[in-house]
């Protein structure tokens, strides 16, 4: 039988709802985010030292960006206020189930082909926990903020996008199709689209801006 303490994606979420995030520092640069992983920040830290113990995580390009992705991702976490925190632990706790959503946030993550995406789906984490939407919602968000390119993004409420972007944005699901409307005397119309739920979730809880 498997220890509890020996799963990561179980210490991940544990990690979150017991506040364990006080060392991540608010005024890092990139360079010094850098050297701060590579001297076994994630080594000491519960949730991530048995995952990474049994081999160099800095020795392959790709572990590599996957634990800046996490930090940038458990930074948003840090400020939840401490009712929130309780709640969600007494949830997960309730629900038995820190190991699966571990599981599918951690891989979700892992998906995010830029590290500034795992700053929004942090922050849309932190919504989640505080009681803004659903986790089936976070992770159709998410899922949707892995599959458009990153500058996409701050074009979800232009309403002068042009067609790359507005494709991008439609087939990722941040935009739908409204109908035609503006039609000219040759009987051509302008497709009208409109901010989708999850658009505007992630607008308003990723701290997107134009």
């Given at each position: 039988m498997t220890n509890?303490?020996?799963?990561?994606?179980?210490?991940?979420?544990?990690?979150?709802?017991?506040?364990?995030?006080?060392?991540?520092?608010?005024?890092?640069?990139?360079?010094?985010?850098?050297?701060?992983?590579?001297?076994?920040?994630?080594?000491?830290?519960?949730?991530?030292?048995?995952?990474?113990?049994?081999?160099?995580?800095?020795?392959?390009?790709?572990?590599?960006?996957?634990?800046?992705?996490?930090?940038?991702?458990?930074?948003?976490?840090?400020?939840?206020?401490?009712?929130?925190?309780?709640?969600?632990?007494?949830?997960?706790?309730?629900?038995?189930?820190?190991?699966?959503?571990?599981?599918?946030?951690?891989?979700?993550?892992?998906?995010?082909?830029?590290?500034?995406?795992?700053?929004?789906?942090?922050?849309?984490?932190?919504?989640?926990?505080?009681?803004?939407?659903?986790?089936?919602?976070?992770?159709?968000?998410?899922?949707?903020?892995?599959?458009?390119f990153i500058g996409?993004?701050?074009?979800?409420?232009?309403?002068?996008?042009?067609?790359?972007?507005?494709?991008?944005?439609?087939?990722?699901?941040?935009?739908?199709?409204?109908?035609?409307?503006?039609?000219?005397?040759?009987?051509?119309?302008?497709?009208?689209?409109?901010?989708?739920?999850?658009?505007?979730?992630?607008?308003?809880?990723?701290?997107?801006?134009?």
């Amino acid at each position: 039988m498997t220890n509890s303490s020996n799963i990561p994606e179980k210490n991940f979420v544990d990690s979150i709802a017991k506040n364990e995030l006080k060392d991540i520092s608010s005024d890092m640069s990139e360079a010094l985010l850098d050297t701060y992983l590579s001297d076994g920040f994630f080594k000491e830290m519960p949730f991530i030292g048995t995952a990474f113990k049994t081999f160099s995580v800095f020795q392959k390009t790709q572990e590599y960006f996957f634990a800046k992705k996490i930090y940038k991702f458990l930074f948003e976490l840090k400020n939840i206020e401490e009712k929130e925190r309780e709640d969600f632990k007494a949830k997960i706790d309730k629900d038995n189930n820190a190991q699966k959503m571990g599981e599918k946030v951690l891989l979700l993550l892992n998906q995010s082909d830029d590290i500034d995406k795992a700053t929004i789906i942090g922050r849309l984490f932190k919504a989640y926990i505080e009681k803004r939407f659903d986790f089936e919602t976070f992770q159709r968000a998410t899922a949707a903020i892995n599959k458009v390119f990153i500058g996409d993004i701050r074009h979800i409420l232009s309403y002068n996008i042009d067609s790359v972007h507005r494709e991008s944005l439609v087939n990722a699901g941040f935009l739908t199709l409204d109908g035609v409307h503006e039609i000219n005397h040759g009987g051509n119309g302008k497709l009208k689209y409109t901010v989708s739920q999850i658009g505007n979730i992630v607008q308003r809880y990723g701290g997107i801006y134009e």
